[in-house]
């Protein structure tokens, strides 16, 4: 790995090799929905709380990227869209990052993913890849299976590190990360009611090898984004069980 890799690598993975990431890339489809209306009072928040990184789009890594501070940055790339890596460098970041699918969008994805791979070798600059499975109910019942397949194609393709699905179960999920040569981040899905939840999950993917986690929703839509972002933070760096994180709230 070049060395300007690795340095961009370090702005979003700390020492330990774990990664605290806020995805804040919402708003490219979803409009200004409640935690995202101001942007860079949010980032500002996260920040405070413990976050490494920010995974966010073009708008917002242009007029708000300075709130980052010292932090990361991570810049969503979309198939179809006329964003570059060249884009990406001009507005600071240290990593972009774009999606992957089996299923529907599984072409369209997969020649982005390769395209985006070249060009970031060239650079370099690291890629990231969110992988998820969008198949039929009756190809989810392997789950962890699919998960594992995925991320591992992720990687073959070139990602320095993979966002993904946690499957629910440390056993379940360990195959996954052992069989992937890439540091794997998971996701927070849909807003979840109890913090404890949130705080079970990301324990367990921790526990099965994950290096971190990249979760949206369920930090900027939390009433204390700072606060749910430093009891992430007690999981991810300091290894703390559930309990000691949920002092943080």
Known sequence: MSSGKTMRLNKIFSADGRALVVAMDHAGHMGPVPGLVNPEATIRKVMEGGADAVLTTYGTATRFGAAIGG?????????????????????????VMCMLFFGQGEVETTRHTGELASACAAWPLPLAVEFLPRVEEDKKKDMPGLIARGSRVAFEMGADFIKTMYTGASDGFRPVVEGCGAPILVLGGPRMDAERDLLEGVRGALDAGAKGVAIGRNIWQHPCPERITAALARLIHDDAPVEQAMREL
């Open 71 to 95: 932090g990361g940055l991570i810049l969503r790339l979309i198939a179809g869209q006329p964003l570059t890596v060249e884009d990406a460098l001009r507005a600071g970041a240290d990593a």
